[in-house]
């Protein structure tokens, strides 16, 4: 058993945060695989409810709906893990708002956007799938994008209050430059559709952003695009 799950006293049983906590993530576990291999429409709960050993009253108690339960299964992968803290919350997205050097943070940004999108991309296409015949899926999908730019913004503007913007570039045209570059869609044009790796697409979104948003540099010290 795992040394953080608690056990209840003189039961000898995990407590009930530990059993719905696994729960949970049963569901979650299962519902990923059956929505990526299936797609939203074809999964049903009781699918779900099946493959993760769960009754279907426990699921609708936990998630509600499958959309509840889409929508935290891509919670999960955007985070990596179940915890309550939101991502941009997380250290690794606070050092790269705090690192001095602009050339620095855009390389670390672009290793976590290609880390990001190998754990959300397959579930990303599937709220997109559900987006065009569910309104629920479609807000949901909207305030996905709406907290990426959010997130985003924050690099951006710890490089323009620093002075690091290339001359003439306002923040929001920052902002917007990288919410297009790493965005979904270009990940899976690149290395979905074109084959790219995962190493060769977070060089050549480092460089690109570096080559859009920092002030020009002599030529020796460019990043070269892959």
């Known amino acids: 058993m795992d040394g953080d799950v608690k056990i209840g006293p003189g039961t000898g ?26 797609g939203y429409a074809a999964t049903t709960i009781e699918a779900i409810s099946e493959l993760s050993d769960t009754p279907q009253p426990t699921v609708y108690r936990l998630f509600s709906s499958k959309l509840g339960i889409l929508t935290a299964v891509l919670d999960v992968a955007i985070a990596g893990d179940d915890k309550a803290v939101a991502m941009v919350d997380r250290p690794q997205v606070r050092s790269l708002v705090d690192n001095p050097d602009p050339r620095d943070t855009l390389t670390g940004f672009a290793a976590l956007v290609g880390g990001l999108m190998v754990r959300t991309g397959p579930v990303h296409a599937v709220l997109e799938e559900a987006a065009r015949s569910d309104r629920g899926a ?24 620093a002075g690091e913007l290339r001359a003439g570039l306002k923040e929001r045209d920052a902002a917007d430059i990288v919410h297009a570059l790493a965005s979904p869609e270009v990940y899976r044009l690149l290395v979905t559709d074109r084959g790219w790796s995962g190493e060769r697409y977070e060089q050549w979104l480092g460089s690109i952003l570096i080559d859009q948003l920092l002030p020009a540099t002599t030529k020796g010290d460019r990043h070269e695009t892959p």
Not at 17 to 29: E, K, L, M, S, Y
């Open 13 to 38: 049983r995990p407590a009930p945060q530990a059993r719905t906590r696994r729960t949970r993530a049963a569901v979650i576990d299962a519902a990923r695989r059956l929505f990526v291999e299936h």
């Open 138 to 161: 479609a807000a949901v999908l909207a305030e996905i994008a709406r907290q990426r730019h959010d997130g985003q913004r924050r690099v951006t503007r710890s490089l323009a209050r």
